[in-house]
């Protein structure tokens, strides 16, 4: 049956290359009208689907707390900041970002609210009113010591301006214009005496989609011009380098056609998409073209050369498209959406490559003219192997035993190795976003940290005297923390009106004690606020919910993590219901499932990998050695990062699946053809040289437009694609190491015993 489907198959391609390139067109145009349909979001919502606990979490904080998108303007100046030229340019900066688009508050050192009592009443009035009376604003801001490590450092040099964004209540994020704004607005007030950074987690997320698209439009044209060099060198064609980069391309663009039409946005994970694509193009166009020109010297005749190499990798090429797309499957079973989506498309473009390489390759190929075709490169020739049947004939027993002692080795560092990761360690210290972030370190330490929700378990019960009294002792003990810098709430506003309403006496600087006086402190400070400076995003509409407001110095996820798991813990102990609110318990769920996903990806590629060998060659042994040479070079690729202190992290993660699926390629076109050879010769030991002569040029040559592909990705600026470039690359040349090594040597120890009873039949 597939016999006569492969030869049905490649009669039509050979006897109508015409309607196979007009079929091939067709089917191109079709999914490629999706694309346009393609919206791109970099916001962490992209994590989780809009049903998940985790963005319904998020909605419910945005709804009671106005949300979690923050642009912030960082301010440093040699001057002194109560300098009266610096106090009026951060009005006017306070002012210039209510303007910028989608904002709905802003708070700064000079809009503050500073609280005075006038008698029996309070009067409440920005920070910042006139500054020609620069003294009394110092002296104001000296004494406050909610805005130091919040609104301005220490040193009083450095201040910040943080504006809250309208919350997309699940709508795709597009920070482009506010960010345009927000340059615009530092370049009018920008001088050699100050400098101006935007931070911020709408910084970080725009810088994500910038990073990407400047990635992409650099290493993508130097992945294709180096391949191209390569492609060129060897075949001295122009099929031989232009059929593969312009099925790669066709494919890459049916394949965000798919990506359209399935409605998943466009994120920094899906942008390694083009780069997994190419990889896999080359691998299935090399091995026809070099199949054909080696059959071309013997055969010296087109129509019978082609028909030889497609019927030579036929079997090979369905079988590495099955389980190439069936590994990068199961990275889809995960509930981290742009993993499921990086799975599930690679999947499916990696068998839109093999139908493109198919229906396009031996059709051009066949119409062009000869001289497009033809080939004077030494490399189709004869090489006998290169020697290595040979070699590994006589040392099998001890390349098996380095492997597996290197193997056990590798597996035992790979242990070591730690899930961590950090959204700003993302990109190298070149780019304008990590740059600014390093500079704020240096003069300003609240810069991080996470914002903690406490239910008082009622509506109006946030203004509870007991409830509250727990809060503050909870807060105290926060403080307490040397790694925790700042907390702010209501708490600290309410016994700030206390004091006031007790002329300002400092020992009456406690919460108002009683239900009544709390609410008429609320009331109060509500009524003397202006516009836009309310208390919602402290308190929930309904008073149930108060915000606490955390600034502390861990700066990992797994760091982060743990202080978070301790301020709740803390919480329990006043009897206090808290959860965390806004972006950060999305990173922390994506840290915690990136191994489990990780691992259950990889466990599921390699049963299923197996049982598809198992099923093609009816051979339990054969699938067990397939397997050997694909698992050994993961694990020392695990062991280089425990050894060079790399992190699992989302980047890191999904390069053993990647790398799975395509260097079980090489090993099933080895195992495939030493097949065939094996039945045709009878012989091991030629049936391992014939293979290393048909199939060990080509496998030498893919790996070396992987490695140079992958390796293209090192020069990227986002870092998970710089670690996933050196990680392929230097996994993809392990594997093929082992393929040529660590493979045939366990074939030879296996099948001796034939080639034995072979001869004294004879």
């Given at each position: 049956m597939f016999e006569k489907i492969k030869n049905n198959f490649i009669d039509f391609i050979i006897s109508s290359p015409k309607k196979s390139i007009l079929l091939g067109l067709g089917f191109f145009l079709l999914l490629t009208s999706g694309a346009r349909l393609i919206q791109s979001d970099f916001s962490p919502r992209i994590w989780f689907g809009p049903e998940s606990k985790q963005i319904k979490a998020l909605d419910?904080?945005?709804?009671?707390?106005?949300?979690?998108?923050?642009l912030i303007i960082g301010f440093y100046t040699k001057k002194s900041i109560f300098d009266k030229k610096i106090l009026k340019q951060l009005q006017d900066i306070t002012y210039d970002m209510?303007?910028?688009?989608?904002?709905?508050?802003?708070?700064?050192?000079?809009?503050?609210?500073?609280?005075?009592?006038?008698?029996?009443?309070?009067?409440?009035?920005?920070?910042?009113?006139?500054?020609?009376?620069?003294?009394?604003?110092?002296?104001?801001?000296?004494?406050?010591?909610?805005?130091?490590?919040?609104?301005?450092?220490?040193?009083?040099?450095?201040?910040?301006?943080s504006a809250q964004l309208q919350p997309l209540y699940g709508d795709t994020a597009d920070y482009t214009p506010v960010i345009n704004q927000t340059k615009k607005l530092i370049e009018k007030y920008q001088d050699d005496s100050n400098k101006m950074i935007i931070l911020g987690n709408v910084a970080v997320t725009a810088a994500f989609k910038e990073i990407s698209?400047?990635?992409?439009?650099?290493?993508?044209?130097?992945?294709?011009?180096?391949?191209?060099?390569?492609?060129?060198?060897?075949?001295?064609?122009?099929?031989?380098?232009?059929?593969?980069?312009?099925?790669?391309?066709?494919?890459?663009v049916s394949t965000f056609g798919v990506m359209g039409y399935l409605g998943h946005t466009f994120n920094s994970i899906l942008a390694a998409i083009p780069g997994i694509l190419i990889a896999i193009c080359l691998a299935d166009t090399v091995h026809i073209l070099t199949s054909y020109y080696t059959s071309f010297v013997e055969l010296k005749d087109k129509k019978l050369a082609l028909r030889a190499a497609l019927e030579n990798n036929f079997l090979a090429t369905v079988l590495t498209t099955l389980t190439t797309s069936i590994s990068f499957f199961t990275v889809s079973y995960t509930d981290l959406l742009p993993i499921h989506n990086l799975g599930?498309?690679?999947g499916v473009g990696t068998i839109l490559a093999w139908i493109n390489t198919f229906l396009f390759l031996p059709s051009i190929i066949l119409l062009v003219p000869d001289s497009l075709v033809k080939s004077n490169s030494k490399f189709h020739k004869n090489t006998k192997g290169f020697n290595f049947s040979g070699f590994i004939w006589k040392f099998k027993t001890p390349i098996v035993i380095c492997f597996i002692i290197l193997s056990l080795f590798s597996f035992?560092?790979?242990?070591?190795?730690?899930?961590?990761?950090?959204?700003?360690?993302?990109?190298?210290?070149?780019?304008?976003?990590?740059?600014?972030?390093?500079?704020?370190?240096?003069?300003?330490?609240?810069?991080?940290?996470?914002?903690?929700?406490?239910?008082?378990?009622?509506?109006?019960?946030?203004?509870?005297?007991?409830?509250?009294?727990?809060?503050?002792?909870?807060?105290?003990?926060?403080?307490?923390?040397?790694?925790?810098?700042?907390?702010?709430?209501?708490?600290?506003?309410?016994?700030?009106?206390?004091?006031?309403?007790?002329?300002?006496?400092?020992?009456?600087?406690?919460?108002?004690?009683?239900?009544?006086?709390?609410?008429?402190?609320?009331?109060?400070?509500?009524?003397?606020?202006?516009?836009?400076?309310?208390?919602?995003?402290?308190?929930?509409?309904?008073?149930?919910?108060?915000?606490?407001?955390?600034?502390w110095t861990p700066e990992s996820t797994k760091e982060s993590m743990a202080k978070d798991i301790y301020i709740h813990k803390v919480a329990k102990k006043y009897k206090l219901k808290t959860q965390t609110g806004g972006f950060f318990p999305i990173y922390t769920q994506v840290n915690n499932q990136v191994v489990d996903s990780f691992s259950r990806s990889m466990v599921t590629a390699i049963i299923l990998v197996s049982l598809i060998i198992l099923i093609i060659f009816r051979n339990p042994m054969l699938a067990f050695l397939s397997m050997m040479p694909n698992i050994i070079p993961l694990s020392f690729g695990a062991a280089y990062m425990a050894l060079n202190n790399i992190y699992i992290d989302i980047g890191t993660s999904i390069v053993g699946a990647i790398c799975l699926g395509i260097a079980v390629d090489d090993t099933i076109h080895f195992v495939t053809h030493f097949v065939q050879n094996k039945k045709k010769t009878g012989s091991t030991q030629l049936a391992l040289d014939n293979t290393f002569n048909s199939t060990g040029k080509a496998l030498i040559l893919t790996t070396v437009l992987l490695v140079v592909g992958f390796g293209s990705f090192v020069m990227a600026d986002f870092l998970p694609n710089h670690y996933f470039g050196i990680l392929c690359a230097l996994i993809l040349t392990l594997a093929l190491l082992t393929?040529?090594?660590?493979?045939?040597?366990?074939?030879?120890?296996?099948?001796?015993?034939?080639?034995?009873?072979?001869?004294?039949?004879?």
């Open positions: 419910d904080f945005e709804k009671r707390f106005g949300g979690d998108q923050n209510w303007r910028l688009p989608n904002i709905i508050r802003v708070d700064t050192i000079t809009n503050f609210s500073h609280v005075r009592s006038l008698g029996d009443d309070i009067e409440i009035s920005p920070l910042v009113e006139d500054p020609e009376q620069n003294k009394e604003i110092e002296k104001n801001i000296r004494g406050l010591k909610e805005l130091k490590n919040n609104l301005i450092n220490d040193q009083y040099n450095f201040v910040i301006s698209k400047t990635d992409n439009a650099s290493t993508i044209p130097i992945m294709f011009g180096l391949v191209l060099l390569i492609l060129l060198f060897t075949y001295r064609s122009v099929v031989g380098f232009a059929a593969p980069l312009f099925i790669a391309g066709i494919t890459i599930l498309l690679a035992y560092k790979a242990m070591d190795n730690q899930v961590n990761s950090d959204p700003l360690k993302y990109f190298t210290d070149k780019t304008k976003i990590k740059s600014d972030y390093n500079f704020t370190k240096e003069y300003f330490s609240g810069i991080r940290g996470i914002e903690v929700e406490i239910d008082s378990g009622k509506i109006d019960g946030a203004k509870s005297y007991e409830f509250l009294q727990r809060v503050e002792a909870y807060i105290e003990e926060l403080r307490a923390d040397p790694e925790i810098i700042q907390v702010n709430s209501i708490v600290e506003t309410l016994k700030t009106i206390n004091m006031q309403l007790n002329n300002g006496n400092e020992s009456q600087k406690v919460l108002p004690d009683s239900n009544e006086k709390i609410a008429e402190a609320l009331v109060l400070y509500t009524m003397g606020l202006p516009a836009g400076q309310g208390i919602e995003n402290n308190i929930s509409l309904d008073q149930r919910f108060i915000k606490l407001r955390l600034k393929d040529l090594l660590f493979l045939p040597a366990l074939l030879a120890i296996w099948y001796r015993n034939d080639d034995k009873k072979a001869n004294q039949d004879k």
